[in-house]
């Protein structure tokens, strides 16, 4: 079992930044990467970032590319999201997942929300 716990969402104007943070414990030995998705009102959960555990290599969504940026703090078991010049439409709930590998995911968090008021 893989726990997962996110924080940091909220509310800000559109321009703002906030940052997500995604903590991991129990059997995280399994992880090869940690994925953010999203999920807004009436649409289907969509991919955001993706972070490699070990290299720390990243994927982005088109959507976000040159705005959100994933890192890791392996010691902490911890993933975070920086998001930056946030827009109305990044208003969702931001789930982190534990991945086995870059697209396949089998734990979920809790999800936080994020609103980018206009």
């Known amino acids: 079992q893989v726990q997962l716990v996110e924080s940091g969402g909220g509310l800000v104007q559109a321009g703002g930044s906030l940052r997500l943070s995604c903590a991991a414990s129990g059997r995280t030995f399994r992880s090869y990467a940690m994925g953010w998705f999203r999920q807004a009102p009436g649409k289907e959960r969509e991919f955001v970032a993706a972070?490699?555990?070990?290299?720390?290599?990243?994927v982005y969504a088109d959507s976000v590319k040159g705005r959100f940026t994933a890192s890791r703090d392996n010691a902490k078991n911890t993933v975070y999201l920086q998001m930056n010049s946030l827009k109305p439409e990044d208003t969702a709930v931001y789930y982190c997942a534990h991945g086995t590998t870059m697209v396949d995911y089998d734990y979920w968090g809790q999800g936080t929300q994020v609103t980018v008021s206009s």
């Open positions: 972070i490699g555990w070990s290299l720390g290599n990243t």
